[in-house]
């Protein structure tokens, strides 16, 4: 039993002094096992794990897993297991001293007060699946990670932190939180911690957890955001005001933007549109006289210069088709609004639905085809005649003109 008492202290004093020399300093000592060699046994694992709060103080567990091959290994084991329960003390004192002295060197480094306290020490058998005897340290850390709004960083306390190749570092967070990053690479990541496995000899500045609240949004994202509210009340204004063209058709920018990437060719003729064939129009007149050659002559191809460039994704359907129409001073075919949108008949006839439901736009049949217009469009001798500013078809259907 003597020898298995010596063999934990020895576990204690080693690991705990590699710790204060490489925490918070430039040695980048770690933790060796050098005592265990000292009596022939070596610890088959030193996991070593640290479970960070969200106020910056960590609890730390260090476990030593010896393998039992023996029934002597066994039995000594049992007897230490029951001298630890009887007297705990004895094992936990010179242990949390010496990682009172890293956290003090950790402490002048960092310039963040900090403290160890809550020492205790437990030993029990397990079956992993072989039989192992784990002695187990933990402790309190205050101060450990350091608190940066509403981020945990941790890592500077143990900087230049050094595992043998039987030891692992596992640092761990509460739920409500996140990996945000981690240097260097983990060897393992799960869902709320992070796993280095040695040999692993950190470099000044390593390792580095960097760790968030689930719903915090990083600046770039917060910044993305804004600029999309900004674009979308921009283009909900823009659809509200007059669109800088004259009711005479004249139109002060470039090209259309293009809507979705449907065909034109879906478009076709628009018999079957909203209003239908023979429906009355807006004022109450039947619009079906006039013939299709009389309506390839009505205003929309006149005079009709492309409305201001804008981003197409900035707008609405609505939007596009409003201000198609504007663009082509007031009026304009609905198969013409298809063409040069790129949407299908369908779609079309769905959006002007729309915004003839809505107030925001009136149509009417002209010959074959379905003619659209801003409620408050003008055209002299317009819509009671069938035919536009252009020169369309007269009431005859003659499309001349006279």
Known sequence: MQRTVLLLVAVAVVASAGLASGGAAQSGAGLPAGGFAQMDVDPDDVLIEVSVE????????????????????????????????SDPDAYTGRFGERMRATAAVAENATGREMNVTNVSV?????????????????FEWSNFAAVEDDRLVVGDAIDALFLDEASSLIVSWEDGYRLGDASPSPTETRESAVV?????????GQPRVTIEPEGRSAGPILAVAVGLLVAFVAAVGYRRRPWGSS??????????ATGSGESAADAGDTDDGPDGPGEESESGEDETGGDADGGDDAHD????????PIDADLLSNEEQVLRLVEANGGRVKQKRVAEELDWTAAKTSQVVTGLRDEGDLDGFRLGRENVLSLPDYDATGGEDGGDDDSGGADEGGNGDGK
Not at 61 to 84: G, H, I, K, P, S
Not at 301 to 308: F, I, K, L, M, Y
């Open 54 to 85: 969200p106020d910056g103080d960590a609890v730390w567990e260090t476990q030593y897993r010896v393998r039992l091959a023996n029934d002597d290994e066994e039995q000594a084991f049992e007897d230490l297991r029951a001298d630890v329960e």
């Open 122 to 138: 437990t030993a029990e058998r397990r079956e992993l699946p072989q039989s192992y005897g784990v002695i187990t340290y933990r």
């Open 196 to 204: 280095w496995r040695g040999p692993a000899d950190f470099t000044e």
């Open 247 to 256: 009711r005479s058709g004249q139109s002060s920018g470039g090209p259309v």
């Open 301 to 308: 191809d006149g005079g009709s210069e492309s409305a201001p």
